[in-house]
């Protein structure tokens, strides 16, 4: 841990709050049941999604409410298990890396994102919302990095190691990058990267730091090489003995 980020603790840890899973898990129903309604839908866009234009005119809670929009707006079905989903994710790397530090991971997660979204609308002139969909995926992410070994049940049948994902969906999301998704079309393909590198940025940092304490480099890139390089040698020492 850095210095500066110890003063940082020691001087605001008493505000940290305590099970920040257990209530953005709560803030997603609530956000689930409010956009799965039209009326609701109008009322989160209108008075509560990150807006750079709104925020910028005052409405600073637009901030905070962000938060409220859920990992799925689909069925029922997939929003209540992308919720739980995120809270096993979220209540896990809470309790490993601590309350403040998991403060400061989610909530610095949005503010890059919402940073960025200001700064899109800064560039353009566009008013596009801020949907924290990436920052469940840098919750995810943390996880990986800390448990890339764990197993889950992918469809809750085929168990699947934890980086396996992880490098899924850093792949998904450099295509899109590349390409854009959805909201390129309607916001530009500038917002969509802008997005994906608001996304990274916690997770490189997150990666970097905790790398470092455990022996590594810090480099996620010079990481892998090492690994790879390792595993031929083991490779090679093992096929010396057949």
């Given amino acids: 841990m850095s210095s500066w980020f110890y003063r940082m603790k020691m001087k605001y840890q008493r505000y940290a709050i305590s099970n920040l899973a257990a209530y953005a898990s709560i803030c997603f129903a609530v956000g689930y049941m409010m956009i799965s309604s039209g009326v609701g839908a109008g009322l989160y866009y209108n008075y509560l999604a990150f807006l750079p234009k709104q925020v910028l005119h005052g409405q600073i809670w637009r901030i905070f409410t962000a938060i409220f929009y859920p990992p799925s707006t689909g069925s029922l079905f997939w929003a209540v298990i992308s919720i739980l989903i995120y809270y096993s994710f979220a209540s896990t790397v809470e309790r490993m890396m ?131 390089e390792q595993k031929k040698r083991q490779k090679e020492w093992r096929d010396q003995w057949r």
Avoid at 171 to 188: C, L
Avoid at 220 to 226: A, H, L, Q
Wanted: contains cysteine; neutral net charge.
């Fill in 98 to 228: 601590g309350e403040f530090e998991y403060n400061v991971y989610f909530f610095g997660s949005i503010l890059v994102g919402e940073l960025g979204t200001l700064i899109y609308y800064l560039i353009t002139g566009v008013n596009a919302p801020f949907l924290p969909l990436f920052t469940h995926f840098a919750v995810f992410m943390a996880f990986a990095i800390m448990y890339a070994e764990a197993q889950v049940l992918l469809f809750f049948v085929i168990p699947v190691k934890v980086k396996y994902i992880a490098l899924i969906e850093v792949a998904m999301y450099i295509w899109t990058f590349i390409v854009g998704d959805g909201s390129s079309y309607v916001y530009g393909l500038l917002y969509t990267r802008i997005s994906i590198i608001a996304a990274f940025i916690p997770v490189v940092l997150f990666y970097s730091a905790t790398c470092k304490a455990s022996g590594g480099t810090g480099n996620i890139f010079k990481d892998i090489k090492r690994n790879l």
